[in-house]
């Protein structure tokens, strides 16, 4: 017994001060030297046994313990890493892939051309922003852990424009467009899509993935203005321009914090830098399309500079013809003419007037 009050001793001089720590030492004190079987009788010079050897052999003092019992179905839980092991992949055809409601495609990466007028056939003058699709192809497919892949979602993995400056481009950034079978490219990004509408990798997305009529979601970053005072940034008034004004005609003046609260509420708006930020416009409308170059006409303005970067994807609000799935194809789907224009835009080859003999 003089063994077990030694190692306590060191025990509880290492252990922490903090009242939890010690109530707990002294618990495990008391299940050491308060049992009597555990107890070594020197007198008698019976040999010391410790507390694994003791519930061995008295298995009932473990019975009136309160253990929790651990609900663990071993049958069921190799059932499902059964099923996983077996889980395969889907077989990517994307020639036999048929549309349905509800079945979600790839977008396309394009660059901003500019802005021009298009006229509807009632004489109305609508803007639309010119969107070149640019070498735009399929680098990776992703397939998720449900459909016996390796990632979290089934995606498909886009990239756009051609980098011809290799020296832009960094060490790992080129073994993985090597590994994929593409040129590098300077605009990489992610679409997530149903399993019927995956795609092989160096597919190539044309703007004939579009068709005239379609309402789009756009994606871009708007342009960087650097850091700016309130008045631009907010639209604030500003100070009076005379009558004692010194040097603040273009400050946002109080902040308003004061004695209570005595400070500045997050958000508050001040100066700071403006731009540069991802914005989505949704429901954009595509006038026209020409499929030579590349290029969509999309009803409205679009963030950002010309020559940068837009994602264009299917809308939210689902299609009112089947489009083309997963994507067009030419050696599927046949060719397309140069010019598709919507049914409500003026085609300024076709007579606007007509006469006829009374």
């Not at 073994?175 to 679409?191: E, I, N």
């Not at 109080?254 to 609260?261: C, D, E, K, S, V």
């Not at 194809?329 to 007509?354: A, R």
Request: with cysteine.
């Amino acid at each position: 017994m003089a063994d077990y009050k030694v190692i306590f001793t060191c025990l509880f001089s290492s252990v922490s001060r903090h009242p939890r720590c010690l109530l707990r030492t002294l618990s495990l004190r008391q299940r050491l030297f308060t049992t009597g079987s555990i107890q070594r009788k020197e007198n008698e010079g019976e040999n010391s046994t410790n507390m694994f050897e003791f519930y061995h052999k008295n298995p009932e003092h473990l019975q009136e313990r309160q253990i929790r019992e651990i609900k663990f179905d071993v049958d069921q839980e190799l059932m499902v890493e059964k099923e996983k092991t077996e889980r395969k992949p889907p077989v990517i055809e994307p020639e036999k892939a048929a549309w349905s409601e509800g079945c979600k495609r790839v977008g396309a990466i394009g660059v901003k051309l500019g802005m021009m007028p298009l006229w509807l056939k009632n004489g109305q003058r609508v803007p639309v922003t010119v969107v070149q699709i640019k070498d735009c192809q399929v680098l990776a497919t992703r397939i998720s852990r449900e459909l016996g892949g390796n990632d979290d979602v089934t995606a498909l993995e886009v990239g756009a424009i051609n980098e011809k400056d290799l020296e832009k481009v960094n060490k790992t950034d080129f073994g993985r467009f090597v590994k994929y079978g593409v040129l590098p490219k300077k605009k990489v990004s992610s679409f997530s899509v149903s399993p019927s509408a995956l795609l092989l990798p160096g597919t190539e997305i044309l703007s004939g993935h579009f068709y005239p009529g379609q309402f789009v979601t756009v994606q871009a970053k708007t342009k960087d203005k650097g850091f700016q005072g309130v008045m631009k940034r907010w639209g604030m008034k500003g100070q009076p321009a005379s009558h004692g004004q010194t040097k603040t005609h273009r400050k946002m003046g109080a902040t308003g914090g004061g004695g209570t609260p005595g400070r500045i509420w997050p958000g508050k708006k001040m100066p700071g830098h403006m731009g540069n930020k991802n914005r989505t416009i949704y429901g954009a409308k595509i006038y026209r399309i020409n499929t030579k170059y590349n290029v969509l006409y999309i009803h409205g303005q679009i963030p950002g500079p010309n020559g940068g970067m837009v994602k264009v994807k299917d809308g939210v609000a689902g299609h009112k013809q089947p489009p083309p799935y997963p994507t067009y194809l030419p050696h599927h789907h046949g060719p397309l003419p140069e010019e598709l224009i919507d049914e409500s835009i003026q085609d300024f080859e076709d007579d606007s007037i007509s006469f006829s003999k009374g």
